[in-house]
């Protein structure tokens, strides 16, 4: 099973700020690897997949890179519904698909 | 636009079987993958196991002796069994489809995730 770490743990920013969030791979998932946000009492929903590819919807101050095991999800300018938790996954070796752990923004 | 709805029961005893429900509305069962996950605060998010459209499962291989997910076309349902639950099984379950059609493992739209907790 792969294991995704992400760093940091919480990331203390104020709007406007750049958020830059990572997460490692146990192993290679070449580019099948996403990133999903969570609100507070709401169900995950996609923002990236395969890497850098945003969801339908998803607005451009979203963005990813990264390759094989390390992994980005950059927001520009934090606007204030961007203070979340965020999780990345990985679909390259499967079953099981496998989640990180978060990395909760939130205001500083 | 579709949605996603769980259903079921909150309350589940110890060594009973959990049997949650997903209703699909604005869209059809077909042709896509439709996965439950789970997530509690000390294990995170954990995929259990998609089914398709034509009924093809796969299972996460730490829980695929006490999983089933099935579905029903005709009404636009899929249902997830979890036999044998202890108190580890306390979770909010989710139900979730592939966000494109005949691919596999990115999810999107999720259902609002419905408070299971085994207890007696």
């Known amino acids: 099973e792969i294991v995704l770490t992400q760093s940091p743990a919480t990331l203390s920013l104020s709007p406007g700020d750049r958020a830059t969030l990572s997460c490692r791979a146990s192993?290679?998932?070449?580019?099948?690897l996403s990133w999903y946000q969570q609100r507070p009492g709401q169900a995950p929903r996609l923002l990236i997949y395969?890497?850098?590819h945003r969801a339908p919807g998803i607005p451009a101050r979203f963005s990813g890179s990264g390759s094989g095991t390390d992994f980005t999800l950059t927001i520009t300018s934090l606007e204030p519904e961007d203070f979340a938790v965020y999780y990345c996954?990985?679909?390259?070796?499967?079953?099981?698909?496998?989640f990180g752990p978060g990395t909760k923004v939130d205001l500083e | 636009q579709v949605r996603l709805q769980e259903s079921g029961p909150g309350l589940v005893r110890p060594s009973r079987t959990l049997s949650l429900t997903c209703t699909v509305s604005?869209?059809?069962?077909?042709?896509?993958?439709w996965s439950w996950i789970r997530q509690t605060p000390g294990k995170g998010l954990q995929w259990l196991g998609y089914?398709?459209?034509?009924?093809?499962?796969k299972y996460n291989p730490a829980l695929t002796s006490r999983v089933t997910i099935s579905v029903d076309t005709a009404n636009n349902q899929f249902s997830l069994q979890l036999r044998s639950v202890t108190a580890a099984d306390t979770a909010i379950y989710y139900c979730?489809?592939?966000?494109?059609?005949?691919?596999?493992?990115?999810?999107?739209?999720w259902g609002q995730g419905i408070l299971v907790t085994v207890s007696s």
């Open positions: 395969d890497v850098s």
């Open positions: 979730a489809r592939d966000v494109f059609p005949h691919s596999e493992g990115w999810f999107d739209p």
């Open positions: 996954q990985q679909r390259a070796n499967w079953p099981p698909f496998t």
């Open positions: 604005g869209g059809s069962i077909s042709p896509y993958y």
């Open positions: 192993q290679s998932v070449s580019t099948f």
């Open positions: 089914i398709s459209d034509t009924g093809t499962t």
